[in-house]
């Protein structure tokens, strides 16, 4: 069963920068095909961030595009996401996110049901950007 520890996180006043970084252990290199952030978007609803899959298959949320970037470690079954020009919209709980299918496939939705159906999630970061 994979399992995924999250680093990064915190607060930064807006324009600043923050980079979130998870490692993936256990299960087998078909769990982890897609890999990706979650962040939620209001008391019970999520919007995938960005992902980018084993063959480096990338996506980006309209909202974050230009700003913040993917990056994936195969060998290390790590995903790192760097936040630049921070706004206060980016508030919020970011998830970790490992599927052995596309997370495209699972974009927005319920918190609990993108859960369901995006394999494994991590116990999430705070992401606080002060204006």
């Known amino acids: 069963e994979v399992q995924l520890v999250e680093s990064g996180g915190g607060s930064v006043q807006a324009g600043g920068s923050l980079r979130l970084s998870c490692t993936a252990s256990?299960?087998?290199?078909?769990?982890?095909?897609?890999m990706g952030w979650y962040r939620q978007t209001s008391d019970h609803e999520c919007e995938l961030v960005a992902s980018?899959?084993?063959?480096?298959?990338?996506y980006y949320v309209d909202s974050v595009k230009g700003r913040f970037r993917i990056s994936r470690d195969n060998a290390k079954n790590t995903i790192d996401l760097q936040m630049d020009q921070l706004r206060s919209d980016d508030t919020t709980m970011y998830y970790c996110?490992?599927?052995?299918?596309?997370?495209?496939?699972?974009?927005?939705?319920?918190?609990?049901?993108?859960?369901?159906?995006?394999?494994?999630w991590g116990q999430g970061t705070q992401v606080t950007v002060s204006s």
């Open positions: 996110a490992a599927s052995a299918k596309s997370l495209r496939l699972n974009s927005r939705g319920y918190c609990w049901g993108l859960r369901l159906n995006s394999g494994r």
């Open positions: 256990g299960g087998t290199d078909g769990d982890v095909t897609d």
């Open positions: 980018k899959s084993r063959d480096f298959r990338t």
